[in-house]
């Protein structure tokens, strides 16, 4: 990907183009309206990214076992949502490796891919396997986070703070060191190319500091880039994604 990242930002019925707003002073104004993002009723707090209390405890995507799919018990007969599991989970999943800050190991529906990578901020992605369900690859990820973690540091990503890691080195280690693991439960090499992507930033921050409309009804500052979840303003960093359901007038 030579071309940075687009970003559009859906409000109401609006979607606004953000990458010709880096370099402007922007400013989100919050009237305390958060809708579910399920049934669209008005809620005082947010669960799950936009959620009510009742839907997070009922939709299986606020499971734990999304979360961590190694712990999935739709065999067993007990998903919250049955055919959405069938469409989402089994469904084929790739198991990928990305540096977002060092490397890591993680994974994401076949049809997701790259727009997973750039929701983490990777600067780097590369696939490595894939298999037939969310299942498997929740095994195989739990297994492999051992040896590399299976999580982003998120500071790290916001300041660019990327260490140099040959992904596809990394990939014939996991191959040789996991190979009873993965031909156990199915797993596909993928013998890909590894990813580059550009990121719509002037400016990245010696410091990261967050910002959160559950803090201030007023957020505003020059938009200095775009990375992953965050738009990188001059007084701080807003995860918009956390901020789903939330009814934000933007000005600029």
């Given amino acids: ?26 400013k989100f104004q919050f009237n305390g309206r958060i809708n579910c993002l399920d049934t669209g009723e008005l809620i005082k707090k947010s669960f799950g990214g936009g959620y009510s209390y009742k839907s997070f405890i009922t ?18 007969g007990t998903c919250r949502e049955p055919d959405w599991g069938q469409e989402v989970c ?7 490796l990305a540096n977002t800050s060092d490397v890591k190991i993680g994974i994401t529906r076949k049809t997701q891919v790259p727009t997973r990578w750039i929701d983490q ?15 498997i690859s929740g095994l195989i990820e739990d297994a492999i986070k051992a040896d590399i973690k299976d999580k982003t540091n998120w500071r790290k990503m916001l300041k660019n703070e990327i260490d140099p890691i040959d992904l596809e080195l990394v990939r014939e280690q996991i191959f040789e060191d996991y190979a009873d693991i993965l031909d156990d439960l199915d797993a596909t090499d993928l013998e890909e190319s590894v990813t580059e992507i550009h990121y719509p930033v002037e ?24 990375k992953g979840q965050y738009l990188i303003l001059d007084t ?14 933007l000005s600029y």
């Avoid at 990777?122 to 037939?132: C, F, G, Q, T």
């Avoid at 400016?203 to 967050?210: I, L, Q, S």
């Fill in 203 to 226: 400016k990245y921050p010696e410091k990261v500091k967050t910002l959160s409309f559950d803090k201030m009804e007023t957020i505003e500052g020059v938009l200095q880039g775009i």
């Fill in 1 to 26: 990907m030579d071309t940075p990242v687009s970003y559009t930002l859906p409000l109401g019925e609006n979607k606004i183009e953000m990458n010709p707003l880096i370099g402007s002073h922007i």
């Fill in 59 to 76: 939709l299986a995507r606020c499971d734990s076992c999304f979360i961590s799919p190694e712990k999935c018990h739709f065999d067993k």
């Fill in 121 to 135: 901020g990777a600067s780097y992605a590369l696939p490595i396997l894939e298999v037939k369900s969310r299942h």
């Fill in 236 to 249: 701080g960093v807003l995860n918009i994604r956390k901020h789903q359901g939330y009814y934000l007038d």
């Fill in 90 to 96: 089994m469904a084929p999943h790739i198991v990928y």
